[in-house]
């Protein structure tokens, strides 16, 4: 099973730009979350290294929640409560988006300490938007499961 991480985003400059987007979605396939690890201990490794960025392409930014209202979370709880929060991880298949992506000039996945974000800046704008920071537990590697 695929999941895909919803992140609540915001303008950097807020007073000057509502930004377009709400809100970000990321599908954490192995291998992307792997690349993330990998990432992550090579940013460790280096304590004179405050932040990397990367070009990054795997995240969709979005006009609006692209998760229906009811759809739970891994947890069994409502998505939209737990993404009051913040950001919710959700079975990949609910993810619907009403409108299709957001068109961006840049996007980035920043590494910063064992916290992950991603930037983006719109087509067409010189304003950049942030999803959250989301801590590396979100990328271990699932528990194998016990049969």
């Known amino acids: 099973m695929t999941r895909t991480l919803i992140i609540e985003t915001h303008a950097n400059s807020p007073e000057m730009y509502d930004g377009c987007a709400t809100h970000a979605s990321v599908k954490l396939t192995p291998e992307y979350c792997k690349l993330i ?14 932040e990397v960025h990367y070009r990054d392409y795997h995240v969709e930014f979005h ?22 929060q913040g950001s919710v991880i959700v079975e990949s298949g609910v993810v619907t988006p009403v409108n299709p992506p957001i068109r961006a000039e840049l996007e980035r996945m920043v590494i910063s300490g064992e916290d992950v974000y991603w ?13 959250g920071m989301i801590p590396l537990c979100v990328f271990e590697e699932p528990e194998p499961a016990v049969s």
């Open 63 to 84: 006009d609006h929640c692209p998760v229906s209202e009811g759809i739970l979370d891994e947890d069994g709880e409502d998505a939209h409560d737990t993404l009051d």
């Open 119 to 131: 930037t983006f800046i719109p087509k067409h704008c010189s304003m950049t938007e942030a999803a």
């Open 37 to 50: 690890r990998d990432r992550i201990a090579f940013t460790l490794e280096h304590p004179d290294v405050a």
